[in-house]
């Protein structure tokens, strides 16, 4: 699967901005395994069903969600189109800006709660850094294959995935050092 098939390519600005909320984003992860109603993810999210109606709603008119089959003919849930999307910062700057705060504030929280409270399951988080030397080409080329060599263990396309395998959230994100 190539790199964009999986993903969702944002090149509208105003879909850009729309998917930059908080809320927004917690409802694509709840949504990330299954179909669930505006009630189930409210239940997930810690929002009243109504904002979350609102919020997929919102996400729809963008196309991040849409209507999934109702088991029963009564639920409504919704589900992801894609399982990622990714977007440039030359369609707006501003707005990708934007976003990546918006996923890097969700990031930093997840990390800091983790550390607060380690599940004994995984004892320390895998951590590494350093400092790389490259254009902003390269570094996207480097993401890239980051992505690739990633690619095989996301949740859900993992077949084979030994018995005692977690769902564990992996991040990398570059920016200029020494400014």
């Given at each position: 699967?190539?790199?964009?098939?999986?993903?969702?390519?944002?090149?509208?600005?105003?879909?850009?901005?729309a998917v930059a909320?908080?809320?927004?984003?917690?409802?694509?992860?709840?949504?990330?395994?299954?179909?669930?109603?505006?009630?189930?993810?409210?239940?997930?999210?810690?929002?009243?069903?109504?904002?979350?109606?609102?919020?997929?709603?919102?996400?729809?008119?963008?196309?991040?969600?849409?209507?999934?089959?109702?088991?029963?003919?009564?639920?409504?849930?919704?589900?992801?189109?894609?399982?990622?999307?990714?977007?440039?910062?030359?369609?707006?700057?501003?707005?990708?800006?934007?976003?990546?705060?918006?996923?890097?504030?969700?990031?930093?929280?997840?990390?800091?709660?983790?550390?607060?409270d380690p599940a004994?399951?995984?004892?320390?988080?895998?951590?590494?850094?350093?400092?790389?030397?490259?254009?902003?080409?390269?570094?996207?080329?480097?993401?890239?294959?980051?992505?690739?060599?990633?690619?095989?263990?996301?949740?859900?396309?993992?077949?084979?995935?030994?018995?005692?395998?977690?769902?564990?959230?992996?991040?990398?994100?570059?920016?200029?050092?020494?400014?």
């Amino acid at each position: 699967m190539s790199f964009t098939h999986a993903q969702l390519e944002l090149t509208d600005p105003r879909a850009i901005r729309a998917v930059a909320h908080p809320v927004r984003i917690e409802l694509l992860r709840a949504l990330s395994k299954e179909p669930k109603t505006a009630t189930e993810c409210a239940e997930l999210v810690g929002e009243s069903p109504q904002s979350c109606s609102y919020h997929l709603r919102t996400l729809a008119k963008y196309g991040f969600v849409e209507r999934a089959e109702a088991a029963n003919g009564k639920e409504r849930p919704w589900r992801k189109v894609k399982a990622g999307m990714r977007w440039s910062a030359h369609t707006d700057p501003e707005a990708a800006r934007a976003l990546a705060a918006t996923f890097l504030d969700r990031d930093f929280r997840l990390l800091r709660g983790y550390l607060a409270d380690p599940a004994e399951s995984w004892p320390e988080p895998m951590y590494s850094q350093t400092t790389l030397r490259i254009t902003y080409a390269e570094a996207e080329a480097l993401g890239e294959k980051v992505f690739a060599l990633l690619e095989p263990y996301f949740t859900g396309k993992r077949a084979d995935a030994p018995e005692d395998a977690e769902d564990i959230w992996f991040v990398t994100f570059g920016v200029p050092y020494d400014r």
